[in-house]
């Protein structure tokens, strides 16, 4: 279990980080999705005790990072792939990781394999390294304390589709055992692929979250009617959001709310469906824009995981 509970982050003038609040659960993927900019790494170093909070809360399984005796035995992190050593090779890295541990020899050949690292691989230095390659070791060295919680910034990077599925399983699997994962991305289809549950970050702040099937199903309407005005009028001040879309709207409204709307409001619709994945896609990119304008007041949708 990860707790964030009004963590804010504050550089001079700059709020990175504001009032950001939600947990990550045992037994499920959190896909932590924002644009760049948007307070993920900073959450996910405040979390992992590389930054310090203005103010609020971080723990890992109800304890401070700071506070945990062997913290790489409890929790796995990997915040940035290319700042490994790489003047060693990838089997020295596990192996100082495992030293450092204080954990038995033998587990970084199974960890090797676990990531998909070939023993030729493991003896080239990490200079050598592709940053799909380097993800994979920096995912073993996460592993090799045999931890319940990982935390992963961006980790799909660098990762080629067969990579990004073969993430997934892993990740998946681990989850299964009851682990509990908290990773980044700002890409919608990544987190998408990947997650069980979903925190959206924009501007410093959580703009929405729930399960991935709740913020599917809540990507909402997709609305057509020859009179746009009046269709975006209703829905408005009805208290929708409405984002135009391809000559359509698209709401926050479920199917049946947007049309007992824009029937009380005498709007002729020419279609109306529920958006589909593209939607939740437009609806993302829109929100998280229209949060770095400072222009709407965050809202929570879903549940907190
Ligand atoms: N050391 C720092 N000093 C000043 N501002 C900072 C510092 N670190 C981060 N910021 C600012 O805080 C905000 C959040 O940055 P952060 O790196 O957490 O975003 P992010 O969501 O991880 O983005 P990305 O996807 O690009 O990694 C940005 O405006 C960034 O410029």
Not at 10 to 16: K, L, M, N, W
Not at 190 to 210: K, N, T
Not at 228 to 249: I, M, N, Q, R
């Given at each position: 279990?990860?707790?964030?509970?009004?963590?804010?982050?504050?550089?001079?003038?700059?709020?990175?980080?504001?009032?950001?609040?939600?947990?990550?659960?045992?037994?499920?993927?959190?896909?932590?999705l924002?644009?760049?900019?948007?307070?993920?790494?900073?959450?996910?170093?405040?979390?992992?005790?590389?930054?310090?909070?203005?103010?609020?809360?971080?723990?890992?399984?109800?304890?401070?990072?700071?506070d945990?005796?062997?913290?790489?035995?409890?929790?796995?992190?990997?915040?940035?792939?290319?700042?490994?050593?790489?003047?060693?090779?990838?089997?020295?890295?596990?192996?100082?990781?495992?030293?450092?541990?204080?954990?038995?020899?033998?587990?970084?050949?199974?960890?090797?394999?676990?990531?998909?690292?070939?023993?030729?691989?493991?003896?080239?230095?990490?200079?050598?390294?592709?940053?799909?390659?380097?993800?994979?070791?920096?995912?073993?060295?996460?592993?090799?304390?045999?931890p319940?919680?990982?935390?992963?910034?961006?980790?799909?990077?660098?990762?080629?589709?067969?990579?990004?599925?073969?993430?997934?399983?892993?990740?998946?699997?681990?989850?299964?055992?009851?682990?509990?994962?908290?990773?980044?991305s700002?890409?919608?289809a990544?987190?998408?692929?990947?997650?069980?549950?979903?925190?959206?970050?924009?501007?410093?702040?959580?703009?929405?979250?729930?399960t991935?099937?709740?913020?599917?199903?809540?990507?909402?309407?997709?609305?057509?009617?020859?009179?746009?005005?009046?269709?975006?009028?209703?829905?408005?001040?009805?208290?929708?959001?409405?984002?135009?879309?391809?000559?359509?709207?698209?709401?926050?409204?479920?199917l049946?709310?947007a049309?007992?709307?824009?029937?009380a409001?005498?709007?002729a619709?020419?279609?109306l469906?529920?958006?589909d994945?593209?939607?939740?896609?437009?609806?993302?990119?829109?929100?998280?824009?229209?949060?770095?304008?400072?222009?709407?007041?965050?809202?929570?949708?879903?549940?907190?995981?």
């Open positions: 279990m990860i707790t964030i509970s009004g963590l804010t982050k504050r550089y001079g003038d700059v709020i990175a980080v504001d009032d950001v609040s939600f947990t990550a659960a045992p037994g499920r993927v959190t896909g932590f924002g644009p760049n900019g948007a307070g993920k790494s900073t959450t996910l170093r405040i979390l992992t005790g590389l930054g310090t909070a203005t103010s609020g809360s971080t723990t890992v399984l109800g304890t401070r990072y700071a945990l005796p062997n913290p790489g035995l409890e929790i796995g992190v990997l915040l940035d792939a290319s700042a490994q050593h790489g003047g060693r090779t990838g089997r020295e890295t596990l192996v100082l990781a495992q030293r450092t541990m204080g954990l038995p020899a033998g587990r970084v050949d199974e960890l090797l394999e676990r990531v998909g690292l070939t023993r030729a691989e493991s003896r080239r230095r990490v200079r050598d390294y592709s940053l799909g390659m380097r993800q994979r070791l920096g995912l073993a060295t996460a592993l090799l304390g045999g319940r919680v990982l935390v992963l910034d961006e980790p799909a990077n660098g990762l080629d589709p067969a990579g990004i599925r073969w993430m997934r399983d892993l990740l998946r699997s681990f989850a299964d055992d009851g682990g509990t994962v908290l990773l980044s700002h890409l919608l990544e987190i998408e692929m990947i997650a069980d549950d979903i925190v959206v970050i924009g501007s410093g702040r959580v703009v929405a979250r729930g991935k099937d709740e913020l599917l199903a809540g990507a909402g309407t997709l609305v057509r009617a020859d009179d746009a005005g009046a269709l975006t009028a209703a829905l408005a001040s009805a208290g929708h959001e409405v984002v135009p879309a391809d000559g359509a709207v698209l709401t926050d409204a479920d049946a709310t049309g007992r709307v824009l029937f409001a005498g709007v619709v020419t279609e469906r529920a958006a994945g593209a939607g939740l896609e437009k609806m993302f990119l829109e929100l998280t824009a229209a949060t770095a304008r400072d222009d709407v007041a965050p809202a929570t949708t879903g549940v907190a995981a």
